[in-house]
């Protein structure tokens, strides 16, 4: 069985104001390999002290020079920074997968997949960088001759970045391309459970001489960087993907501040799939659907909504599709699931499970572990039956190869099914007839939706959700307005006296 080599992991430090720097208080965070249990490294373990350098060293590069640096200088400055971080992910991808896979768990090839895009998020945005240039002091037209209005878009200020750990260095590049396009200078926390490849991000901005300060990157536990990030008052914005429960607490102490954010929270996106559809192809999608990324997506498609006259084939074909996923350590060829990203998540899943068949539910495939794995937090692909929308299973994000499965009969009753959760991601309709995929489309409720196929995702377009999935949209000329201000600049052209009040030498 071929099998990619493991490398040791690079021992860093922090990175504030350009320079490798050891947390104030010296701790440390051991890393899990979750498809081994075992620990391979170590990542610095910022607290508030460290967190309140990061924002002065980001304070200060936005200011340096009266912003001429970074802030203020031309899109097209900022633009080849950009570039060079993207030549560089491509010139290091096969190692900074390889270190993907080891501190998450993806499978080789997703991480593989994940650099590119990655790469491809940095040049998207120096585009657009790029093209702010041209977008500044755009005029109005204002009914009045004797005045004129132009438009500014300026950088919000210091932003702080808090990632989560499904996809560490992917989900980074989303914040921090449009923050650095915009002139924003930034204070990344990656998630505590992935944070590798992330400090790798932090050496390629030192490789390509990143102004000091533009980017700095805190890595440690959320209660000890993350909370003072999200309550500093020097910090102008945060955006934060992750759970809702902590993007309510970010959102309750930026709110004591005014201080604006984005959340990119949960998800319990559905799948409906209708009675017309080729069943093989479909299968396929609805796997991918829930079971790529170990199911550790915010916008799986996990409940799958299924077409009562084809539910038997439908998931007769399912099950031996899922059966036939193949489950080992990510490093092994041809891998398509590996392991959750911690024993907490796995402990977490198996309770979901659990709770499913106390509840009723049936466990039609998988629900435990894989036989061939003694070691690593594995759950096999699994899918539930008989469920009822009072159930766990239907109401709460699980975060994991789960997907459950309710029939319907009518396309009412499916878009009612769908719109049962207080979430609002995503969404997916497959079905030969494409006007009833395009009113499926207008009727979910959610800020991403697929036809004919599920997660496919484009850094050209928009990306975000509605109800308590969050708000703001990153992504796409979106995802760079996130890190800008608007300003109007309006003036008197006019040689003659504004005339309002009466002239006092004329009396």
Known sequence: MAMAMAIPIPHRQLFIDGEWSEPV????????NPATEESIGDIPAATVEDVELAVAAARRALTRNKGTDWARAPGAVRAKYLRAIAAKIIEKKSELALLESLDCGKPLDEAAWDMDDVA??????ADLAEALDAKQRAPLSLPMQTFKCYILREPIGVVGLITPWNYPLLMAAWKVAPALAAGCTAVLKPSELSSVTCLELARVCKEVALPPGVLNVVTGLGSEAGAPLASHPHVDKVAFTGSTETGKKIMTSAAQMVKPVSLELGGKSPIIVFEDVEVEKAVEWTLFG???????????TSR???????????????????????????????????PVVSEGQYEKINKFISTA???GATIL????????????YFVEPTIITNVETSMQIWREEIFGPVLCVKTFRTEEEAIELANDTHYGLAGAVISKDTERCQRISEMIQAGVIWVNCS??????????GTKRSGFGRELGEW????????KQVTEYISDDPWGWYPSPSKL
């Open 25 to 32: 208080r010296g701790k440390r965070l051991p890393i899990i």
């Open 120 to 125: 491809g998020c940095f040049e998207f945005y």
């Open 290 to 300: 829930c079971f790529w990324t170990n199911g550790q997506i915010c916008s799986a």
């Open 304 to 338: 799958l909504l299924l077409h009562e006259t084809i539910a038997e084939e439908f998931l007769r074909k399912l099950v031996t599709w899922a059966e036939n996923i193949k489950v080992s350590d990510p490093l092994e060829e041809g891998c398509r699931l590996g």
């Open 357 to 359: 068949k106390s509840e």
């Open 365 to 376: 495939c998988g629900g435990g572990r894989p036989q061939h794995l003694e070691k690593g």
């Open 455 to 464: 997660q496919p995702c484009f850094c050209q377009a928009p990306w975000g």
């Open 479 to 486: 995802g760079l307005d996130n890190y800008l201000s608007v």
